[in-house]
């Protein structure tokens, strides 16, 4: 078997797994609906560790913009051993749990830390069957089909990522949001083939030893969660960054050898191009990724939030490619396991 085959073969499939996915939330929708009223809740939160609490940070993000509750996220260990900092207990909330694995110990403790000590409901999501996770929540979301073999996340967090969204625009009403995310998958096809060439001349380009990927608003979380999977994947040094933070001290590291990476926003675009362009002339190289008009194209058509998960299979790509380029097997990074258990 060639190296790093779990991990490419999870990054092809995503398209076929976020099908799969939508079938399983369309299937729950009256339960979902039943759980969740307009005003039921005075805040959401999301609490997940590693990988999916960057999720977390861009779903909070998302439904804040969506207009629900005020949406926030935690790392889990934080709701578990500072839970006065995280929840109050004369607000209703929410608290939706993340997890791949669903066997998470912190992750876990903070579901009972929040049953014993906040007031609210639970709904958890993870692709696990049968995992502890799945007993805890008032609601359980399970999506098997983002299931992995590979330890760094790729189809798991597309898939977990895209049933947040999916909750953030079921409960908001978002009818508009709901009707484009079946086109996601063949929009996802037809950019990991238009984009694999240029993910492998870059991952193997000897001259670059940085990475920064930047990112806000919703996107923020997208930025930290490349940056991740380029440092478990391939051991390189990877930071991310609020856009217009990157000037404030950062950009001190944007010199020959460093690759910016911009997950532009329709938005704020011209902002955030400027951030781009002030880094390039400073001897960086700099790539972004938008729907049109960048140098990783998705050709979407689809609205940003819709869109955002596009921004995800390029970043992996580039990651699983720099991987291979210092022949590491990014089916197992170093000194990584699949999931935490403490003892």
């Given at each position: 078997?060639?190296?790093?085959?779990?991990?490419?073969?999870?990054?092809?499939?995503?398209?076929?797994?976020?099908?799969?996915?939508?079938?399983?939330?369309?299937?729950?929708?009256?339960?979902?609906?039943?759980?969740?009223?307009?005003?039921?809740?005075?805040?959401?939160?999301?609490?997940?560790c590693?990988?999916?609490?960057?999720?977390?940070?861009?779903?909070?993000?998302?439904?804040?913009?969506?207009?629900?509750?005020?949406?926030?996220?935690?790392?889990?260990?934080?709701?578990?051993?500072?839970?006065?900092?995280?929840?109050?207990?004369?607000?209703?909330?929410?608290?939706?749990t993340v997890s791949r694995s669903g066997e998470t110990s912190e992750t876990v403790r903070a579901v009972e830390t929040f049953r014993g000590q906040g007031n609210g409901a639970v709904l958890t999501l993870t692709i696990n069957p049968g995992s502890a996770l799945t007993t805890l929540g008032d609601v359980n979301l399970v999506l098997p089909s983002g299931l992995?073999?590979?330890?760094?996340?790729?189809?798991?967090?597309?898939?977990?990522?895209?049933?947040?969204l999916y909750l953030a625009a079921f409960w908001s009403g978002r009818d508009d949001i709901l009707s484009e995310l079946p086109r996601l998958p063949a929009a996802s096809n037809s950019l990991i083939s238009n984009s694999q060439s240029l993910a492998q001349s870059l991952g193997h380009d000897p001259s670059l030893d940085r990475f920064y990927f930047l990112g806000s608003g919703a996107r923020y979380g997208l930025a930290c969660e490349l940056?991740?999977?380029?440092?478990?994947?391939?051991?390189?040094?990877?930071?991310p960054f609020h856009f217009l933070e990157f000037r404030h001290?950062?950009?001190?590291?944007?010199?020959?050898?460093?690759?910016?990476?911009?997950?532009?926003s329709e938005s704020n675009r011209q902002p955030e191009m400027a951030v781009l362009d002030d880094t390039r002339a400073l001897g960086a190289r700099v790539i972004a990724l938008n729907d049109c008009d960048a140098d990783v194209a998705f050709g979407s058509g689809l609205s940003e939030i819709a869109r955002n998960i596009l921004y995800l299979p390029?970043?992996?790509?580039?990651?699983?490619?720099?991987?291979?380029?210092?022949?590491?097997?990014?089916?197992?990074?170093?000194?990584?396991?699949a999931f935490v258990v403490l003892k």
């Open positions: 078997m060639e190296i790093g085959h779990h991990t490419r073969q999870e990054i092809f499939s995503q398209p076929k797994a976020w099908s799969a996915a939508l079938d399983v939330l369309r299937a729950q929708s009256e339960s979902l609906r039943a759980f969740y009223r307009e005003g039921q809740f005075d805040t959401v939160l999301f609490t997940a590693g990988s999916p609490y960057y999720l977390g940070l861009s779903a909070a993000a998302l439904m804040n913009e969506l207009g629900g509750p005020g949406a926030r996220c935690f790392p889990a260990s934080e709701v578990w051993l500072n839970p006065r900092l995280t929840f109050r207990k004369d607000q209703r909330t929410l608290l939706i992995e073999e590979s330890i760094a996340q790729t189809r798991a967090f597309t898939t977990l990522y895209l049933s947040a940056s991740l999977k380029m440092k478990e994947m391939s051991l390189s040094h990877s930071e001290g950062p950009k001190s590291m944007a010199s020959r050898g460093a690759l910016v990476i911009g997950l532009v390029f970043g992996q790509l580039f990651a699983f490619e720099r991987a291979l380029s210092k022949n590491l097997n990014p089916d197992k990074p170093e000194n990584l396991d």
